[in-house]
């Protein structure tokens, strides 16, 4: 399905704007992968109250964890907060 999608995605290290990532359905080339359905959802893992809204009447989970704050470790960008 991947080689079927049209989007971009930037660099964690990039603006705002320019980390977040886009894709375009295109129902002719990815209708048999029903992407279409597919939701993603930015979350905190450590909130019980969020887990559950975003996993009720879902068939699957796929995550990945990040903490890049601007490119900063966490360590360092808590001291500022």
């Known amino acids: 399905g991947a080689e079927d999608g049209v989007g971009?995605?930037?660099?964690?290290?990039?603006?705002?704007?320019e980390?977040?990532?886009s894709f375009e359905f295109d129902p002719e080339t990815m209708g048999g992968?029903?992407?279409n359905?597919?939701?993603?959802?930015e979350v905190e893992l450590l909130d019980p109250v969020q887990v559950?809204?975003?996993?009720?009447?879902?068939?699957?989970?796929?995550?990945c964890a990040t903490d890049f704050d601007g490119n900063r470790p966490k360590?360092?960008?808590?001291l500022n907060a």
């Open 8 to 17: 971009t995605i930037g660099s964690a290290w990039s603006s705002e704007d």
């Open 19 to 21: 980390r977040n990532a």
């Open 52 to 63: 559950q809204t975003i996993t009720e009447d879902v068939d699957a989970i796929i995550y």
């Open 33 to 35: 992968y029903h992407l």
């Open 37 to 41: 359905k597919l939701r993603i959802v």
């Open 75 to 78: 360590a360092v960008a808590s």
